[in-house]
């Protein structure tokens, strides 16, 4: 079992700069895929960005030059640092923590909320 804490959500002014945090604790071994994912209200859950144990790093095209994601291997934490956020930054946005090998598994934080709204 994997177990994701996230913290640094709330609300910001369209412009403005958030960082999410993302602790994992638990089977955090082998090769895997730590990342965060959105859902604003009506809409599907999106990628957003993912960052492999390897430091592979994917954005979703509607962040990219706008959020950075990285990772504290010796606090098993992933970070998401939101810059220039626009209103349709506003979701809830969901840890994601994905083992590869040598066994799968998919494991989910409990989500924070952005709100970006002046």
């Known amino acids: 079992q994997v177990q994701l804490v996230e913290s640094g959500g709330g609300l910001v002014q369209p412009g403005g700069s958030l960082r999410l945090s993302c602790a994992a604790s638990?089977?955090?071994?082998?090769?895997?895929?730590m990342g965060w994912y959105r859902q604003a209200a009506g809409k599907q859950r999106e990628l957003v960005a993912t960052i492999t144990n390897g430091g592979n790093i994917d954005y979703a095209d509607s962040v990219l030059g706008r959020f950075t994601i990285s990772k504290d291997n010796a606090k098993n934490t992933v970070y998401l640092q939101m810059n220039s956020l626009k209103p349709e930054d506003t979701a809830v946005y969901y840890c994601n923590f994905v083992r590869r090998s040598p066994n799968t598994g998919t494991y989910w934080g409990q989500g924070t909320q952005v709100t970006v709204s002046s």
């Open positions: 638990g089977n955090i071994f082998g090769l895997y895929v």
